[in-house]
Each structure stands twice: as structure tokens, then as C-alpha cells.
């Protein structure tokens, strides 16, 4: 018999980390292991995953947010098979195909005043499209972004990336400027040089989950525009219902001339993203039959990504997704908010809707300093990384640390969270933070064994993205 995708999966099951060892990044076989993530998954339904030994585990990480609408959604499956049942024509590139052409009208109708879309397959690819755009539309280079961004690792993106870690060796960068995230000072003073065609922002980054102070956005529009700039705002992340609005731009009264989603568009199925735009800057860089190419990747219209985004934007509504991000966001918040009064660790608990993130600093009591301060001199993030750890092993949650040097635990659930895990979430970390300000041997006997592989050689802050 020929290929056999099912034979295949339990012929070589279990061989993953051996192959990604010997064929893929070696190094993230490496890092799991040295953080105990290194568990074999066979099933995933909504906002859980199972392992090899039949345990139950809640995906607070979503795939760095791909699982917005959870995962193996029965809608965007039955839509997925529906496109391979039907034997379409598929690329013909010589056609319109409406899949996508529908997928552009559903974008459109969630803002009007953006116009047009570029369908693509990745963020960073979006993100590549917004900065193209801009430039052409504005015939100037330079691209401000903000401390701490997190656009995608393509070269562009790569540019208004706001940290040094993943710039270090790969230069020489496009003509780009950094500002601190929020400060409309630091924008007007960039802006005015005259050669700046547009602001990159996330309107809450990914970074340590910081919020846009209010009137940022809106007061950026304003400096950008009186000075020939435009405004990008990277919804690649926090867009689709997950901060309880259906962009997290709406938060302010602003209207961005260009935006970039991903991610959840892609029902966690077939990679899809867009960049809208205002229908004058597509005119400009699309101008003519001849420049009708000029911008362009050869999946961007396929049937079966267009299937999922539409799809996905189907349930997002269905289910009435951004309602329960807001909803289900201010109950986890409100219940971190209580235990950030009780637990000494805890510095700082913010976000919007379903993107949460909570800081840890230095306690006050003298006791658990002695505790916190040898861990955060060997790393920055340890503490973090500890608690990730402690609700993986202890409690089944995967959740993420917000960055490598920050003390920032990230919580990215599905949209569709029930109020009971949310529950199951509090309890499991009031727990955790119990343990650790008790001093219960075992989770920091963890933390010091983390310690010592990561000097060992696997940085344990690489398990984090953004
Ligand atoms: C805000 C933001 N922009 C862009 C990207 C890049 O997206 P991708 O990984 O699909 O290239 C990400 C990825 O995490 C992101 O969070």
C-alpha cells in the first residue's frame, strides 16, 4: 500500500524529539527537555491537550494564539473537508478565485474604512506588506516601532523588532527607529525628521503584555498624519475578539491607515493572515495592470486558507467570541487582581480581555527576598520560568513567560474559556504562589535544578517567543 498518514503516525510514534534533534532545531528538543515541556501529545479538542498517558491538560498557551477558537474546531474542519471534498480548482492564478475574494469582504465589513486587503500566509509576511506599503505609499524609509515589539523574524519585521536578541548578527537592519511604547513625545520627535513613512505599533504587545496607555493610538494618528505618516497596528496577535474587541485598536478612538492579522484567522488550521489597507494606499503601490504583481506570494489566495478564515470569522461571531474575551478576561483578571493583594511575588497583573499578564518583583518580606533575589541575579525570567513549570507539572496548565529577562507570566486562553477553567486556573496558581511563598521544598529544589541546566548549557528562557 502507498502513503498511509495513520500508519505513519503509529509506526514512528514517539519519534519526534529524536528526529527534530537530528533534523530540525536541535535546540528545541533540548530547551523542553531541560524544562520538563517534553511530553508527547497525541489529541487536542478545544482548550485541551492530551498526553501519551491519557492526562488532561489546559492550553493557556494557544499556540502563541493560533488556537483562538480553540482547537479542532468542528466548524472550520467541516469547512476544511468541505474544500477537499469539492475538488476545486485550487491556484489557478490566472482567476479571481471568490473564496478569498469572499474572505475580503468579510475583513472589510469588521472596518469599513479600510478598504482593501492582501491575503498572505504568515504575520511576518503581513508585517513585510504593511512596511512595503508604507514606504511606497509615502516614498520615505523609515519605520518607527516601539520598545519591546514583536512584529515577526522576516528581515523587515526583523527591523522594528524593540529587542536586541533576536537582531544580534543578522544586520544590517532596514532604516528603522525605535520610541518608547506610549510616549507621544518621543513619537513627535522622530516623526519630524521628515523621512518616517509610518508607526508600527501592537496595541497591547506580546512583550510583557503591556496596554497602549489610552489616547496613545489615537494621538499617534495625529502626529503621523500632520507629518505624512502613516499608523500600522499589528493585530496579528491581539486582533480577532482577544482583548474583547474585535481589534484591539478599538480600545482607542483611533483608525489605523493599515492593519495586520493572523493567527487566530486561521481557525488553528492552515496558515492565513492579511494586511488591510486604505483603498488610497493600495491604489498607489497597485496602480496599474502593469504593477499588478508587484507585491504578491503564491499561496495567498488558496481556497483552503480562505476556507479557514472564513470559517473562523463564522464562529468568532456564532459564538459570540469577543463578548466572552471581555467577559471571561475581567473574571480572570478581577480573581488575579485578589490573590496579587495576598501574595508577596506579585508585582503587577494587566492586559486586556483574554491576553493577561502578571508581573513578579521583589517580595518585602525579608524571608522571600533571600529567595527571590539569588534567582533573578542567576536569570532574569527564572522566577517565571519556575512558576510555568510548577503549573505544567503540577497542576496540568501550559501557560508561557511573557519574555526571556522579564518576570512576566503570559496567559494567551482560547476565546471560547469557560468560567470553570478559568476557576481551575486561580486555584492552580494560588497554589503555586502558596508552595513558593511557603518555601515548600520541591518547587524551589525545581528552581534550583533549573538553574543549574540552564547554566549547563539549554537557556530555559528560550522556551518564550514574545
Ligand atoms: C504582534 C505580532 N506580530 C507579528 C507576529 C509574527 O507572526 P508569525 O509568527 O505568524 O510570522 C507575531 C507572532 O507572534 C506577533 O505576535
Known sequence: ?????????????????????????????????????????????????????????????????????????????????????????????????LLAGLLGEALVARAPYLDRVYLCNSGTEAVEAAIK????????????????????LTAGALSVNGGKSFKSGFGPMLPATEIPFGNLTALERAASKGDVAA?????????????????????????????????????VQAGLGRTGRFFSFEHDEVQP??????????????????????????????????????????????????????????????EGLVTNAAERGDELRRALEDAAARFDFIRDVRGRGL???????????????GRYAPLTLLRKGLFTQMVVCALFEEHRILTQTAADHMDVLKLLPPLATTSDDVRWFVSSFEAVMGAVEASSRPVWQFARGLATRSRDGARVGGTTRL
Open 199 to 235: 508607526l508600527i505599533v501592537e496595541p497591547v504587545q506580546g512583550k510583557g503584555v503591556q496596554v497602549a496607555p489610552p489616547g496613545f493610538l489615537a494621538g499617534a494618528a495625529g502626529v503621523l498624519h500632520d507629518r505624512g505618516a502613516l499608523l500600522i497596528c499589528d493585530e
Open 133 to 152: 506599503f508604507a514606504r511606497y505609499y509615502t516614498k520615505r524609509p523609515r519605520i518607527l516601532y516601539c520598545g519591546h515589539a514583536y512584529h515577526g
Open 355 to 369: 491576553m493577561v499578564g502578571v508581573e513578579f518583583g521583589l517580595p518585602s518580606s525579608i524571608r522571600l527576598m
Open 1 to 97: 500500500m502507498g502513503f498511509d498518514l495513520k500508519d505513519l503516525l503509529e509506526s514512528r510514534s514517539g519519534e519526534g524529539a529524536e528526529l527534530w534533534s537530528r533534523y530540525l532545531n536541535p535546540q528545541t528538543a533540548r530547551v523542553l527537555r531541560s524544562v520538563g515541556l517534553d511530553r508527547k501529545w497525541v489529541r487536542a479538542e478545544g482548550p485541551y491537550l492530551w498526553d501519551d498517558q491519557g492526562d488532561t491538560y489546559l492550553d493557556w498557551l494557544a499556540g502563541f494564539g493560533v488556537f483562538g477558537l480553540g482547537r479542532n474546531h468542528p466548524v472550520v474542519r467541516r469547512a476544511l473537508s468541505q474544500v477537499l471534498d469539492g475538488e476545486l480548482a485550487d491556484m489557478v492564478k490566472m482567476d479571481t478565485p
Open 257 to 318: 491607515d493599515l492593519v495586520t492579522i493572523a493567527k487566530t484567522l486561521s481557525g488553528g488550521f492552515v496558515p492565513v493572515a492579511a494586511t488591510m489597507a486604505r483603498q488610497a494606499v493600495f491604489s498607489a503601490v497597485y496602480s496599474s495592470m502593469t504593477r499588478v504583481l508587484v507585491h504578491d506570494t503564491t499561496y495567498s489566495h488558496n481556497n483552503m486558507a480562505a476556507a479557514a478564515g472564513l470559517a473562523a470569522l463564522s464562529v468568532i461571531d456564532d
